[in-house]
């Protein structure tokens, strides 16, 4: 019998070979429910359903490791993404303020919090949280460029009347 490690890492090494049916496979033969309430289990789980686009099983898996282990941000950081994805950016957006209250200083949750206030047209809240996210980490500034979700509050500084 195969152990419940050894088939974590089984399914780790063939998400990380884009082997995702492979990877499901393994994370599926392990059948002790007590396995399931593991973060290493639940994030390899996380990580198939992105690969996967699995937006709604992908909820499931990351809302788990935000309720088992709040000072995680990976499953704050995924489950407000799954929302996103499934277009429920209400929720995306209360997901993140709820992590930002855990991990003030977590710039990829800012800049995510940015993302859903721009698709909210809650553009100048999302100007600042960028700029919360890029104070973080500085490669945000690049990436926001680019960023389709943050195209409203790009047009809204554009548009906004140049100041004395």
């Known amino acids: 019998m195969i152990s419940t490690r050894t088939r974590l890492q089984y399914a780790q090494g063939y998400l990380e070979l884009g082997m995702i ?49 709040p000072e995680n941000a990976f499953g704050w950081v995924n489950w407000a993404y799954a929302l996103r994805e499934l277009e429920q950016t209400p929720e995306a957006k209360s997901v993140a303020l709820d992590a930002l209250k855990i991990h003030p200083k977590e710039a990829v949750l800012w800049f995510n919090l940015a993302c859903y206030c721009s698709l909210l047209g809650e553009v100048e809240d999302a100007s600042q949280h960028l700029d919360q996210a890029v104070a973080l980490e500085k490669s945000f500034e690049a990436e926001a460029v680019d960023d389709p979700d943050l195209d409203n509050m790009w047009q809204w500084i554009r548009n906004a009347p140049e100041t004395p």
């Open 21 to 69: 049916r492979e990877a499901s496979l393994e994370l599926k033969a392990i059948t002790d429910e007590k396995e399931f309430e593991r973060i290493d289990y639940l994030s390899l789980n996380v990580r198939l359903c992105l690969e996967s686009r699995k937006w709604k099983r992908m909820i499931k898996f990351a809302r788990k490791i935000a309720q088992l282990d």
